[in-house]
């Protein structure tokens, strides 16, 4: 068993695959199209902006084989912008097109309607569940804190989607997502402590199956 | 609703975490790793390592201690000191930093917060402003680990790294720093009402009581602690259980 880390060189992703080794699970970090579509599992991760995301997985050609794995059944799961990517658009610096393997958008928070008039959204905040039967969030306890960073945030056409939000300065947000085998989380589980290691030992489970 | 935040400061020198009072007369406390993994143990919420004579020598000395930290501290990792180009933040952030902070080389040239922004994101820049009073409400900000005055009112300053795009703002009272005699509560409130990008107080904290008096006078986001925990005079979960019981809203 072994789950691949996206290499498209956007962000820290050794403590993602510190945590992922912690967990005991065999971690490959790749850009190879094959050795990718081999594995049992992908993480597609990401710190930055989107434009800049989408410009670096055109450059090493790497949209079609996130697509392929998408559609593939197996256990996907986007961090934050990685996450992100996978909507159909952002507002992030004008107009980007993303991966389209989600239906929605990205776009900033409405920082005339927060209560602290606060961006980025940094810090560690609860995640109600919506959605409860994903294994994914099995195990771990509702309102559960987890690490944030970010101004942009996700809006799934199709609600159903939406498996927990969070409440960021009175405003509600989808903090997470699932459609079918493709997971997407706003917040950065490898960040988010134990809570953060009990979502990915659950993601390397699913992976296991 | 976002929780506050409480964060451990360590100060490093060479391959010993140190602290000093008002950023000098270091004195070894410990193994940077050994304390970073038994704070993240007793749940603080952020590590920041400061490379405390970088700034001094040109270089960041940190690399090995991110790259241990980043083994088993699933937390954010802040890495501040002596980081001068963008090569410099690459490195800290390959070897397993969230996040950068950067003082001196902002000030010398304001511009390179914007170039750092531009490819990390602002998420990623921290501008840590080194701040001592001069006057009433008034303070400087200074370089080099608090060795250089120079001539930025610090409330100007903040507002100009807001502008730039840094993310957060690491803002340390030398005044306070290590005398563990409580916060710059006027410094704290002052900035975090100036800017809309979160603030962190680092400098002063020597009881529980510190912290929830400058979350209640300010609209500061966390505390960057030190001497209170190296010295263990307090825990990081009886901090936490003090503010916790004094409303105020933190991760437990």
């Known amino acids: ?209 | 609703m976002k929780k506050s935040r409480v964060i451990a400061r360590i100060d490093v020198k060479n391959e010993f975490a140190i602290k000093g009072i008002h950023l000098e007369g270091l004195r070894k406390v410990g193994d940077p790793n050994s304390l970073a993994k038994k704070y993240y143990e007793e749940g603080v919420d952020e590590i920041i390592f400061m490379d405390a004579v970088a700034a001094y020598y040109d270089r960041n000395s940190l690399t090995e201690v991110i790259l241990n930290a980043s083994r088993d501290v699933f937390i954010p990792i802040t890495v501040g000191g002596g980081l001068r180009t963008i090569e410099d933040i690459q490195v800290a952030l390959e070897n397993g930093a969230d996040k950068v902070a950067i003082n001196s080389k902002a000030i010398h040239s304001p511009e390179f917060i914007k170039q750092a922004v531009k490819i990390y994101g602002t998420q990623c820049i921290v501008s840590s402003i080194d701040a001592k009073q001069y006057d009433d409400m008034k303070w400087y900000a200074y370089t080099d680990n608090g060795r250089e005055r120079t001539s930025k009112d610090v409330i100007d300053w903040a507002k100009e790294v807001e502008q730039l795009g840094a993310g957060e703002i690491l803002l340390t009272s030398i005044d306070c720093d290590g005398t563990k005699k409580g916060f710059d509560y006027d410094l704290c409130s002052r900035v975090s009402n100036e800017v809309s990008i979160p603030v962190i107080s680092s400098g002063g904290m020597g009881k529980s009581e510190d912290a929830t008096r400058l979350f209640k006078s300010s609209n500061i986001d966390g505390i960057a602690i030190a001497s209170i925990l190296h010295y263990e005079l307090e825990s990081v979960s009886e901090i936490k259980y003090c503010l916790l019981k004094n409303s105020i809203n933190i991760r437990i």
């Open chain 1, 1 to 209: 068993m072994k789950i691949a880390i996206l290499d498209y060189q956007l962000g820290n992703v050794r403590s993602l695959i510190n945590a992922c080794e912690s967990l005991g699970a065999e971690v490959i970090f790749s850009k190879d199209h094959n050795e990718i579509l081999d594995s049992n599992g992908l993480i597609l991760p990401g710190v930055g902006s989107f434009p800049q995301g989408v410009k670096n997985l055109e450059k090493f050609d790497l949209i079609k084989t996130v697509k392929s794995f998408a559609a593939s059944n197996k256990p996907f799961l986007g961090i934050c912008l990685g996450m992100q990517l996978l909507f159909e658009s952002s507002e992030e610096f004008g107009t980007h097109k993303g991966l389209n393997i989600i239906k929605g958008d990205v776009v900033k928070f409405p920082i005339q309607e927060l209560d602290s008039k606060k961006l980025p959204h940094v810090g560690w905040n609860e995640i109600v569940k919506n959605k409860h039967n994903s294994f994914f969030l099995n195990n771990l306890a509702d309102n559960s804190d987890m690490y944030f960073v970010h101004s942009y945030y996700v809006r799934p056409t199709d609600s159903s989607s939406v498996m927990t939000t969070t409440n960021y300065a009175g405003f509600d947000f989808c903090s997470s997502v699932i459609v079918n085998n493709v997971i997407g989380c706003q917040f950065h589980p490898e960040k988010s402590g134990k809570n953060g290691l009990i979502v990915m030992k659950n993601f390397i489970e699913m992976c296991n199956v």
